[in-house]
């Protein structure tokens, strides 16, 4: 049986929408934040050195990083489900969104995340972390004009990769801003899974 490794308030929640929807067998071991840091808890270094969630276990595996516990469980379990195709076009889009989720429109956001948290006045990183949000999230709104879900009009896993990137725009009020990204959400939404994910996280 899969056991994912589960940090509240994290990026894990993708993993556990994940299994959910592939309908897998799975068992969660949960941690807590530090209620002062918000930092995971130094026991999830047990698992694996870096301390961070999630990771995965199967087998004699240990997985870490969303994006490649991603592609891992889709590659084994999803039967041709949850990706396009290799070598089409829209397997290119697909990869390129499942990179873009954990690369460039994750890092303005918690660059911004982290100078608000410390309050202090900077040089130079609050108005670049800005910037640069505003670009990527705009590309993002953009990308979703006339369009489900980011690639051959089904759910795939860079929808539930994106999924991270929209929870932290709608915590952040920003939604009503990029009218695209807001209709998506509402899109996602519409999976049992995705409900079945947060009811899950919820009880932890």
């Known amino acids: 049986m899969i056991k994912l490794h589960h940090l509240n308030k994290s990026r894990s929640k993708r993993i556990i929408w994940l299994l959910e929807e592939l309908g897998l067998d799975y068992q969660i071991v949960p941690y807590q934040r530090d209620s002062v840091t918000f930092l995971a808890p130094p026991e999830l270094k047990a698992v694996h050195p870096l301390g961070k969630s999630p990771v995965i276990e199967d087998d004699d595996l240990v997985i870490t990083e969303s994006g490649a516990i991603t ?5 084994k379990h999803a039967s041709g489900q949850l990706s396009p195709a290799k070598g089409t076009q829209d397997f290119v889009e697909y990869s390129q969104w499942m990179h873009f989720a954990e690369s460039s429109a994750i890092l303005p956001l918690l660059l911004k995340m982290f100078v608000d948290k410390d309050g202090c006045e900077t040089n130079f990183l609050a108005g670049y972390a800005d910037a640069e949000t505003v670009k990527v999230v705009s590309y993002f709104d953009q990308s979703l ?3 489900r879900y980011l ?5 795939t896993g860079a929808d539930i990769m994106m999924s991270f990137i929209v929870e932290i725009l709608a915590n952040n009020n920003t939604l009503d801003s990029f009218p695209n990204i807001a209709a998506y ?6 999976h049992p899974a995705f409900h079945k994910a947060n009811e899950i996280e919820a009880s932890y």
């Open 71 to 75: 592609e891992y469980l889709i590659e």
């Open 145 to 147: 004009q006339d369009k």
């Open 151 to 155: 690639v051959a009009d089904k759910l």
């Open 185 to 190: 959400a509402q899109q996602l939404s519409t």
